[in-house]
């Protein structure tokens, strides 16, 4: 996984916008940092720290961002590859259209191979920009973790990410940290995340993550993620309700239609499983609703 790792880091300091600069934040493993320091101490533009422990991804966010030097402060995950224009991307979103927080598209890249049965309205399952996100570059109430940035002073303002939400830690599935730091960002600044579709991070997904059970599970648990971000945040499931009624009245008309018209064993599966995962969808929520 170092590997993976340095190939993230190595795409932030290829980016084309001059000024860039790396903070890496160990979580806990002082045989990683011992690692980080030696491959990367020697640039003058990388900053290397390190948590006592294990403490998760939002914290190691927010200790980020505190010693990031800039005007803008982004974030991208170790399993994540930027695009070269990637910043010079989000940097125009600050200058010509004022944003406060500005983010860009996920796009797949198959570690294992992409599965047939997974359809690309879900594919915000495996950490990707999924069909129906958005129609072009506008703003939206928030993009992936992996592809977002805020101007650092808004960034602090708002006291960063509430790590009481818990992110990705260990193995657990349970999200929200973006969508609850950019609902905090619009009550404050009435703003919203700018999103440009060419600002792209390419996000890996493992054999682990094609998995037809695993991503059962993780529909579940999205569904329970969102009900949770409902007791945080006001009007917190809009984005989701106007999803769902695209997917009824739109997509799977849609697919149904061009199944009619030129059947297919993949697009039988992917209509089953659209069906399945929006179902399971569903069931982590309302178990959600039972605990808060």
Request: hydrophobic content about 40%; proline content about 3%; aromatic content about 14%.
């Amino acid at each position: 996984m170092y590997g993976h790792f340095c190939e993230a880091a190595d795409s932030v300091l290829a980016q084309t916008h001059e000024n860039v600069e790396l903070v890496v934040v160990v979580d806990g493993s002082p045989d990683v940092y011992e690692q980080v320091i030696n491959d990367y101490a020697d640039y003058n533009n990388v900053t290397i720290i390190r948590n006592k422990e294990n403490v998760g991804l939002l914290v190691s966010r927010n200790r980020g961002a505190e010693v990031a030097s800039g005007d803008v402060v982004a974030f991208i995950d170790d399993d994540a590859v930027a695009d070269d224009r990637w910043v010079e991307r989000l940097v125009q979103a600050y200058e010509t259209e004022g944003a406060v927080a500005a983010g860009g598209k996920m796009t797949p890249q198959w570690v294992a191979g992409k599965p047939s049965y997974l359809p690309e309205e879900f594919y915000w399952l495996v950490g990707v920009t999924h069909k129906g996100f958005a129609d072009g570059p506008s703003e939206v109430r928030n993009t992936f973790g992996s592809n977002i940035s805020f101007r650092a002073d808004v960034f602090n303002e708002l006291g960063g990410f509430n790590q009481s939400i818990g992110g990705r830690k260990g193995d657990a599935n349970l999200q929200g940290g973006e969508t609850e730091l950019c609902a905090r960002l619009h009550r404050q600044y009435d703003r919203g995340v700018w999103y440009d579709p060419t600002a792209k991070v390419a996000h890996k997904v493992f054999d682990y993550r094609t998995e037809f059970s695993w991503l059962v599970d993780r529909a579940f648990w999205q569904g329970y993620s969102k009900r949770a971000m409902d007791t945080l945040v006001e009007s917190g499931s809009d984005d989701e309700e106007m999803f769902l009624r695209r997917l009824l009245v739109e997509f799977i008309p849609r697919r149904l239609s061009n199944l009619i018209q030129n059947p297919s064993f993949s697009k039988v599966t992917q209509l089953i499983t659209l069906f399945i995962f929006t179902g399971f969808v569903g069931v982590g929520y309302i178990y959600g609703f039972m605990h808060y």
